[in-house]
């Protein structure tokens, strides 16, 4: 008996160690089957006249691994009662044995199992026991009535050498257990790349890894749905993947995504956490989930990878109330300046530039941290301000200067861009001119980026104590020198705000503490517009004074005017155009662009009136009268001018096209528009 009980439990061992092993990646089949016994005479002659039929349960546990979904291994334990003839004993028989066999499915519920056992058997009768050599062969047929639950049927063979052989038939249940059981979808190759704060929006359309699944279950798995989650950085699982169907040994890929809350922005140091998968799926019509844990790496909300320069954009915190505050406070003081010079883009532009240095900010480079080494690799973190703290700190390296720079810009409505070259990044803002306004306005394109129809000044940021001329011009060679290789890339912040959306700022709550002291940037900003306009203006004005003196043509005077005009000096531009206003319908023009320019819209279409008398196909001042009766409420004669405009000149009327709207509701989109194209005045020549 302690044979029988030492040589049973080293079997259950074996099957529970088994169940142990193949938790992680199969699953462990239990199964209970009530038998009915009948003696058979094949190695036994006289076993019919000996026994009676009698029954048993048996219990087996078989081990079924994921990558091999067809093999079964394990033990199972047994005890049986069988009646003899003409004694009043019965046979009592308990078996410990090794078992394996195969699974042949049968479409999806139902699957044929031939299984083999073999072990040891000990067997009392009328108070005396023997052990034996014991062995059995069945045929199972198993009916799948749930993923885990099986009702199991079935007929086989079973000897106890030299006592008793019989045939058997069974029928009973089998539940599986185990990973495998709950887990049909294995893991193929899961990627989780580190997570940075700054790009958390970009996560819900932008991958973060990937995925990839087997279903090495049973079982067809229908409306697979795939979600990734983290408790401390997200409200709610995000689904990144959908299925319809996955049938048994296929494998499905998916990249993952996440919608993370902007508690993220908090990480101030890296750290790792706890993500997981879930796969929501129905199996034979019961819906089940199952789920993958991973660690994830979370960078701190200030690092950034510069494999792709457009993510720059996402730091161009341009609501951020200190940004805000910043650029209005700088805007204003351009307001105050009576100075005007080629559009108010240009001007503020300027003004921002010349507060950096006003303010005491400095341009530094973090040798741990510099862009022209970490630029190189697409993978090296780099450490990124956000504009509120180059503020704060009143230093940065080019990006972070060339960040803070185009958030102010954008805060103040004006469109900016990144300008990438070997090394080194800086900015770039929108003239909003035409292509050809700017090529008369400055004598060349030079130090221009025509992009898109749309005219781009380059702004070296980090020349900051040379001041904005300087800047603009460095920017500029440095661009016409990567132009030249094909190495320099214009990114524009509003395009690629579309992939790498910006972020809201860090909520530290701290506010700037002070501004740029507007009187000193007053004076800064108008000795640098002044000498930048005399220095625009001088050679072509000496050009033009000296055709004055020798020449009675009117022209070198309209020409002098528009000189002064687009570089803002209107006081003086005027007192050109009213020299030969009675005898120029250009002068007449050019003194209704700057009436309209002053606000002052009924003097401003007497201007344009008085040049269509002297040239009724003028197609400036037809497009000037438009404007002029359009801000005046006058629609239907706006619409009347445009449409002459259109017919003379549907090249000049297309870039006004809000001026075709008329009255309705599309006339305060079309004032709105044409608030935006007040700079964009065309100046008869």
Not at 179 to 185: D, I, M, Q, S, T
Not at 218 to 225: E, Q
Not at 381 to 394: G, K, V
Not at 519 to 545: K, P
């Amino acid at each position: 008996m302690r044979e029988l009980r030492s040589r049973a439990f080293l079997s259950m061992v074996l099957v529970l160690a088994l169940t142990g092993a193949g938790s992680a990646v199969g699953q462990i089949d239990i199964t209970v089957l009530p038998q009915f016994l009948s003696p058979l005479g094949l190695t036994i002659p006289d076993a019919p006249e000996l026994y009676r039929p009698g029954g048993g349960v048996r219990v087996s546990g078989l081990y079924v691994p994921a990558q091999v979904p067809w093999l079964r291994a394990g033990g199972e334990l047994g005890f049986d009662y069988i009646d003899t003839e003409h004694t009043d004993a019965a046979l009592f028989t308990m078996s410990a044995h090794a078992s394996g066999g195969i699974s042949v499915p049968l479409g999806e519920t139902f699957a044929l199992q031939p299984v083999l056992s073999a072990g040891y058997a000990y067997s009392l009768w009328d108070g005396r026991g023997a052990g034996q050599f014991s062995a059995g062969a069945d045929l199972q047929l198993a009916w799948r009535m749930t993923p885990q639950l099986s009702l199991v049927a079935g007929g086989g063979y079973v000897t106890r050498v030299g006592l008793y052989e019989g045939a058997r038939a069974f029928l009973g249940t089998s539940i599986a257990l185990g990973a495998g059981a709950r887990e049909p979808l294995s893991p193929v190759e899961i990627r989780v790349d580190p997570v940075f704060p700054i790009l958390y929006q970009f996560y819900d359309h932008g991958p973060f890894g990937a995925i990839e699944l087997e279903n090495t279950g049973p079982d067809t798995l229908r409306d697979v749905r795939l979600s990734f989650f983290i408790h401390e950085y997200m409200d709610s699982p995000k689904t990144f993947a959908r299925f319809d169907r996955v049938g048994r040994g296929e494998t499905i890929e998916a990249e993952m995504l996440a919608l993370f809350n902007n508690r993220i922005l908090s990480v101030t140091e890296g750290e790792r956490v706890t993500a997981q998968v879930t796969v929501d799926y129905t199996a034979m019509g019961r819906a089940s989930s199952q789920t993958i844990q991973e660690t994830l790496r979370i960078h701190n909300r200030n690092a950034l990878t510069w494999d792709d320069d457009r993510k720059a954009a996402a730091f161009v915190t341009a609501r951020d109330p200190n940004i805000l505050r910043y650029a209005r406070n700088t805007a204003g003081v351009v307001e105050d300046s009576p100075l005007r010079a080629i559009n108010t883009n240009f001007t503020i532009a300027m003004a921002l530039f010349e507060s950096f240095h006003t303010f005491g900010i400095t341009y530094v480079v973090d040798p741990q941290s510099a862009y022209e080494q970490l630029s190189q690799d697409a993978l090296a973190l780099d450490f990124i301000q956000f504009p509120s703290q180059t503020l704060e700190y009143r230093a940065g390296d080019c990006d972070d200067l060339a960040i803070l720079y185009n958030a102010l810009l954008e805060s103040v409505g004006i469109e900016t861009a990144f300008i990438t070259t070997p090394g080194h990044i800086y900015a770039a803002f929108n003239l909003d001119m035409w292509p050809e306004d700017a090529e008369r306005t400055f004598g060349s394109l030079d130090n221009l980026i025509v992009y898109d129809d749309a005219v781009w000044v380059p702004i070296e940021i980090t020349a900051i104590r040379q001041g904005f001329v300087t800047a603009w011009e460095l920017g500029a060679r440095q661009w016409r020198d990567a132009s030249e290789t094909g190495e320099g890339e214009l990114h524009l912040t509003h395009r690629a705000w579309q992939v790498y959306p910006p972020v809201a700022s860090p909520g530290d709550g701290l506010m700037l503490a002070s501004l740029p002291d507007r009187d000193r940037l007053l004076a800064t900003y108008h000795a640098r517009l002044d000498t930048f306009i005399t220095r625009s203006i001088y050679s072509r004005e000496q050009q033009l004074l000296s055709r004055i003196r020798s020449d009675r043509d009117t022209r070198p005077i309209n020409a002098l005017g528009v000189l002064y005009a687009r570089h803002g000096l209107y006081e003086r531009a005027e007192a050109q155009f009213l020299r030969i206003a009675s005898q120029s319908a250009s002068a007449q023009v050019n003194l209704g662009n700057i009436a309209y320019l002053r606000d002052e819209y009924p003097r401003a279409l007497e201007h344009f009136q008085a040049a269509l008398a002297m040239e009724p196909a003028n197609t400036t001042a037809l497009l000037g009268t438009a404007m002029a009766q359009h801000q005046l409420n006058e629609h239907g004669a706006a619409a009347a001018s445009y449409a002459q405009l259109t017919d003379l000149d549907a090249e000049l009327a297309g870039r006004y096209a809000w001026l075709g709207t008329g009255a309705g509701s599309d006339a305060g989109a079309a004032r709105a528009s044409s608030a935006d194209d007040r700079t964009r005045m065309v100046w008869d020549e």
